[in-house]
Every structure is written in structure tokens, then in C-alpha cells.
């Protein structure tokens, strides 16, 4: 079997990669703080809030608490969480606008752009991420009383398994154009993993799909030791350090256009450079968007 990220049917918010969902929840719930946000989550800081207590260390959702906390660089975090949602926000706007329908966001984690975006009528969100994920992520939704603005559906299922088996039984229409979202899940592949994801991810998507994920080229390897030693244990343990997969150069040789943006760029085009980001490595990180010939 291809090994895949630790997100089985027993992993949890507080875990893994649970805790990168709770920590890009926190940095979108800092953002809101921003004099002009380029993002603004209204459920975020309540995630947070419901896991206190079970997380290695405590996150932050304001400056004034990033601030206190000076052993992890968490206002560059915030800064790079940001424009990376700001960028993915777009994707699917356009993909809405050029009459997509039909949104797949694969290991959602706390994602809630089902329910903070302006969706077009008819559209169709499917979520896709660990069966107690997205028990926790509808727990603290439904306390929050939110109301998806899309038909939203849920996909409990196993990325190490048969899930493009469990988007179809959601409802999913492969013979309909799809916007895909990896977002925050490269990351934590294998190249192995990464082919296979890509694969199924083909193998589901018509003519004039299109894609976006952001990507690290070379792996946690470019982080650098600056955010390593700062991150736990559980964490950088399911970091893969030596990863070769380019997911653009991948696309490009199954029939799909590439193109690839540098997260500085992207940063610098929404009028929030990046000089001063720490850790630099960030700087580097690649948002991929491709589309279905």
C-alpha cells in the first residue's frame, strides 16, 4: 500500500496533521486583526478555542498573543497563511465564474470557504478529510450557528484509501468540470503518495477541470532549520524532508496547462510584501493552478 499522510480513521484535531488545521485556523483568525485582511474567517478563532487545552502549545489568534509567545514565528506564519488563502479564495471564484459548479477541497481540515465564500447558485462543495476531522470542524459550526452558502458535503474518508469511491457515492459528477484545492497537504506527501493523489485526481476530472495546491520545491528540506526546531516533535515527524515530486511538470505530462507563482510574488501583487517574513524559506513556496485540455 502507498503511504499516504497519517490521517486514518483514528486521527484527531488535537494530532499530526490536525494540528497544522488548528494552526492555519489560528493564523486565519490573527489575520482578521490586520488593519486590511486579505482574509477573514469568522469561525477560525472558535476552532482554536474548542481544542485549548489539548494542543502541544498554545496558538495564538491575535497579534497581541503572537507577540507573547516569541519561541515560534507565528506573525510570519500568519502573513503566509494569508496570502495563501487570499490566492485559493480567487482560484475558485474565477473556476465559479468560468461556470464551474462543482468544488472538491481535499483534506479540508478546517477549511470554511463553504460557508464564508459567495458561492454562485447551484454550486456543490465536497470536503473530504478524516471521519473525526469533520465531526470536530461541524461540532464547533453548528455551535457557531453556520450556515454554508453552497450545497456542502462532507466525504469522511481515508486519503490511504478508496476515497475518489466515497466522493462518487457524495454525489460527485466526474463527467462535470471540477475545481480542485490541495491546500496545506503537499507538503506532508511522499513522491509516491503525490503520484497516486494526482492520479485519482485525474482519473476524476473532465475536460476543463482545473487545480491549485501549494508546494514546497524540494520538501521540508527548504525550510531550513530556523522553523524546524521550533515546531514539535509530532510535527516535523510527518514532515517529508527529501521530496523530488514537481506536481506543475506532472500536470504539464497528463494533458493539463501548469502555471506556477512564487508565494513572494503573489504576496507583493496583493500589496503585502514579504521583505521582512520570517522563516525566509517561505518566501519560496510555489502556488501551482492548472487546468484540463
Not at 157 to 186: H, S
Not at 237 to 244: E, F, G, S, V
Not at 250 to 265: D, E
Request: charged share 20%; proline share 7%.
Amino acid at each position: 500500500m502507498v503511504v499516504m499522510p497519517p490521517e486514518s480513521a483514528g486521527w484527531d484535531i488535537v494530532s499530526g496533521v490536525g494540528v497544522t488545521a488548528l494552526g492555519a485556523a489560528a493564523m486565519r483568525a490573527m489575520e482578521g486583526h490586520h488593519a486590511e485582511p486579505l482574509v477573514h474567517d469568522p469561525y477560525a478563532a472558535a476552532f482554536v478555542a474548542a481544542a485549548a487545552g489539548q494542543l502541544p502549545r498554545p496558538m495564538p489568534v491575535t497579534p497581541e498573543e503572537a507577540a507573547a509567545d516569541p519561541g515560534f514565528p507565528w506573525p510570519g506564519m500568519a502573513h503566509y497563511v494569508a496570502v495563501r488563502s487570499r490566492f485559493f479564495d480567487d482560484f475558485l471564484a474565477t473556476a465559479a465564474g468560468a461556470g464551474l459548479r462543482q468544488a472538491v477541497i481535499v483534506a479540508a481540515g478546517l477549511d470554511t470557504r463553504a460557508f464564508r465564500l459567495d458561492w454562485t447558485p447551484g454550486a456543490t462543495v465536497y470536503e473530504i478529510d478524516a471521519p473525526m476531522v469533520l465531526a470536530f470542524k461541524d461540532s464547533v459550526l453548528a455551535g457557531q450557528g453556520a450556515t454554508a452558502r453552497c450545497d456542502r458535503r462532507t466525504v469522511a474518508a481515508d486519503l490511504r484509501a478508496d476515497w475518489p469511491a466515497a466522493l462518487r457515492k457524495a454525489g460527485f459528477d466526474p463527467a462535470a468540470p471540477t475545481a480542485w484545492l490541495a491546500e496545506g497537504l503537499l507538503l506532508y506527501l511522499t513522491d509516491e503518495a503525490m503520484d497516486v493523489l494526482l492520479d485519482h485526481i485525474h482519473e476524476l476530472s473532465a475536460r476543463g477541470s482545473r487545480i491549485t495546491a501549494d508546494h514546497m520545491p524540494g520538501g521540508t528540506s527548504a525550510i531550513g532549520d530556523s522553523l524546524a526546531s521550533r515546531a514539535s516533535e509530532e510535527l516535523t515527524a510527518i514532515w517529508i524532508a527529501a521530496q523530488q515530486h514537481d506536481p506543475a511538470s506532472w500536470l504539464l505530462g497528463h494533458g493539463w496547462t501548469a502555471g506556477v507563482s512564487r508565494l513572494s510574488w503573489v504576496a507583493g501583487a496583493y500589496g503585502r510584501p514579504m521583505t521582512d517574513l520570517k522563516p525566509e524559506s517561505l518566501r519560496v513556496m510555489q502556488l501551482v493552478t492548472s487546468e484540463l485540455n
